[in-house]
């Protein structure tokens, strides 16, 4: 929280240190430790550390260290780079239970979620083509999280179009979650935005 919210300089450099020593040596540092650096280093990194990422994913020796970077891609605040982490997630490299989990992550991104979603949106029959069908509504559950006036509309309507029959309730759920999120957020943003400045 006090490196990617606060953004602390120091919790970033220390989050840098630990990520790098879990490289070098692995098993030096306490495996949440690791999580959490590696979150930050990825939510501050620019396409140096995203290639570290991929490099660490592809080449990793752990399964856990690689699912770690693997998800990590999504936390990204680079556009072009969270676009590069969800057609990475469509190919061959990624297995068909942990690609989903990216693309959630990856609608949740606190940025550019919403460029996330229509990259889902546009692939939406290879999604489904691609992914174990009781997969599909757990990779939507980010969309609760994209508040925006016109993406919640684009969502709301893309699945009274594309129901997911194999889960409506759960992503019934789903969207009645975004538009509570969407309503909060048209109730408080002004409020809030007040408090910061």
Request: net charge negative; proline share 4%; aromatic share 6%.
């Amino acid at each position: 929280m006090l490196g990617i919210l606060g953004d602390d300089a120091a919790t970033q450099a220390r989050c840098r240190d630990v990520f790098t020593a879990a490289r070098t040596s692995p098993g030096s540092a306490d495996p949440e430790l690791v999580a959490a650096a590696t979150s930050v280093v990825a939510a501050i990194g620019g396409e140096d550390d995203y290639e570290v990422m991929v490099d660490g994913f592809v080449n990793g020796a752990a399964p856990e260290g690689q699912r770690r970077r693997l998800y990590a891609l999504a936390d990204f605040d680079d556009p072009e780079l969270l676009i590069r982490s969800c057609e990475f997630a469509m190919t061959d490299q990624v297995k068909s239970q942990n690609a989903p989990v990216v693309l959630r992550l990856a609608i949740a991104n606190r940025h550019h979620g919403r460029l996330a979603w229509e990259f889902v949106r546009d692939h939406w029959s290879d999604v489904n083509e691609r992914f174990p069908s009781n997969t599909i509504v757990r990779l939507m559950d980010g969309v609760k999280l994209l508040t925006e006036p016109d993406v919640v509309e684009d969502t709301q309507a893309f699945f009274a179009e594309h129901p997911i029959e194999q889960a409506l309730a759960t992503m019934n759920q789903v969207l009645e979650r975004q538009r509570v999120n969407a309503a909060l957020r048209a109730r408080e943003a002004e409020r809030f935005s007040a408090a910061l400045t």
